[in-house]
């Protein structure tokens, strides 16, 4: 096997949400995350209810694209379990018990900034690298909404997980690296 690949399972019902209205959801995901992202046509062996996710590409995509397949399966899981309870068994990525608590906005140590559209490349920055050592740096768990429309259309909800001194560092951390950002943009376009 590839060392830069991984597998995730997924639930059959799943594949539809990964996959997104035309295709939408996961050119996203391989597009913010830089690594290839194929769900197999045909069921597992041990399962006949789930499909294989292989994804492919340098270490640090493949990394950053499970992250972010998983996000996105658990949201909709949060989004489906409010509606039938008894679906959110038949996922099976790990921990999802945890990241149901996590997820839920009640959690005292989520955060919320915005950011515009433009800057969310320079955020993630190449492979996700910028992204993972904010995140790392500061000890929060970085996500980034691509469905819920922010207070204007040219920007994104970003969302910080952790205590509320770690979301003050990671939310410092972010703007700094915008600003640096902005200015070597400005500084580009004036040579």
Same mark, same amino acid.
């Given at each position: 096997t590839n060392p830069n690949a991984c597998v995730v399972k997924i639930s059959h019902e799943l594949v539809g949400i990964l996959i997104?209205? /035309?295709g939408e959801t996961i050119k996203d995901l391989k597009k913010?995350?830089? =690594?290839r992202i194929d769900i197999s046509k045909d069921a597992t062996t041990e399962n006949p209810d789930e499909r294989l996710v292989h994804i492919t590409g340098p270490p640090e995509c493949v990394e950053f694209a499970k992250k972010m397949v998983e996000e996105t399966l658990s949201r909709a899981r949060e989004r489906q379990g409010l509606d039938d309870p008894g679906s959110t068994t038949k996922l099976?990525? *790990? +921990?999802? $018990?945890? #990241? #149901?608590?996590?997820?839920?906005?009640?959690?005292?140590?989520?955060?919320?900034? *915005?950011?515009?559209? *433009? !800057?969310? %490349?320079? !955020?993630?920055?190449?492979?996700?690298?910028?992204? /993972? $050592?904010?995140? &790392? +740096?500061?000890g929060v768990r970085i996500e980034i /909404?691509?469905?819920?429309? =922010? $207070?204007?259309?040219?920007? &994104?909800?970003?969302? !910080?997980? %952790?205590s509320p001194e770690a979301c003050d560092r990671a939310r410092d951390m972010?703007?700094?690296? !915008?600003?640096?950002s &902005? *200015? /070597? &943009? #400005?500084?580009r376009s004036r040579s």
């Open positions: 997104g209205k /035309n913010e995350s830089g =690594a099976s990525i *790990e +921990d999802t $018990s945890e #990241r #149901r608590v996590s997820s839920s906005s009640s959690k005292p140590g989520q955060t919320s900034m *915005e950011v515009l559209h *433009e !800057l969310i %490349g320079m !955020l993630i920055g190449k492979g996700g690298e910028t992204i /993972n $050592s904010i995140s &790392r +740096d500061s /909404n691509k469905d819920e429309p =922010a $207070s204007s259309p040219d920007k &994104r909800i970003v969302y !910080l997980y %952790g972010i703007q700094d690296t !915008l600003s640096r &902005r *200015e /070597n &943009r #400005r500084d």
